[in-house]
């Protein structure tokens, strides 16, 4: 109950402070938090949180939070920091570049359980109608002292009034990579996004050739964004 009484406060600190212009707060319900189509709950649902300000520079910076789970280590909460600029490429067109630092506060080395490693990873990525493209680069990842990177593609393209046709494909390498999975693997997810009102159903198929007991899953998620529209 602790990780969910931290995001059930950030929250409501979001909630509290919408109404200032370029401020705005993002809360999701999923039934298991994937990262890169690896479980970060094992396959448990997750309650998520993010809080964010964005100037009309297009300088933007925020904060997300999501309970979690790793066999083997000591620690509850995700909490990430993020900065970066946006701008515009044209008229269909954009870009984004930022960084990102991956934290796990409260995780110690103590029960016999290993402490969660905070990481770094920067970001750049181009957006054009429905397709973007990025590339992530960590001179850490998971805390393994390797480098890893990591490109991915994503579609998300509308399929009528309320509904979106969403698609993704990632790749991931480097000896960080290798580190932390085992080999360079790719990951991938289909699925259907759905707008009811101020809030956002989505589902997916997930899947990825990492090696080890991780099999494809189906992941449901419903996320609303303040301030509601």
């Not at 910076?61 to 909490?79: K, R």
């Not at 103590?110 to 969660?116: H, M, N, V």
């Amino acid at each position: 109950m602790k990780q969910m009484k931290c995001l059930a406060a950030l929250g409501l600190i979001a909630a509290s402070g919408i109404a200032n212009a370029g401020i705005s707060s993002t809360i999701t319900a999923v039934n298991d938090y994937d990262f890169r189509g690896i479980t970060q709950t094992e396959e448990k649902p997750a309650l998520q949180a993010s809080f964010d300000y964005a100037h009309d520079s297009g300088f933007y910076v925020g904060a997300w939070a999501s309970n979690v789970h790793f066999p083997g280590y000591n620690g509850d909460v995700e909490l990430d920091g993020y900065a970066g600029f946006t701008g515009k490429l044209g008229e269909t067109s954009s870009w984004d570049a930022g960084f990102v630092y991956y934290s796990y506060p409260g995780s110690t080395d103590d029960d016999g359980k290993s402490k969660i490693p905070n990481f770094p990873e920067i970001y750049a990525s181009i957006t054009t109608g429905v397709f973007k493209t990025k590339f992530s680069y960590s001179n850490d990842f998971g805390g393994s002292d390797e480098s890893a990177y990591y490109i991915d593609f994503t579609v998300n393209a509308p399929i009528g009034k309320n509904f979106s046709l969403q698609a993704h494909g990632g790749y991931s390498l480097g000896d960080g990579a290798i580190a932390i999975a085992g080999k360079e693997y790719i990951d991938f997810y289909g699925g259907v996004g759905y707008a009811l009102g101020n809030f956002n159903l989505a589902v997916k198929y997930t899947d990825t050739n990492r090696p080890g007991n991780i099999d494809g899953r189906v992941i449901f998620s419903v996320a609303t964004t303040f301030p509601w529209k």
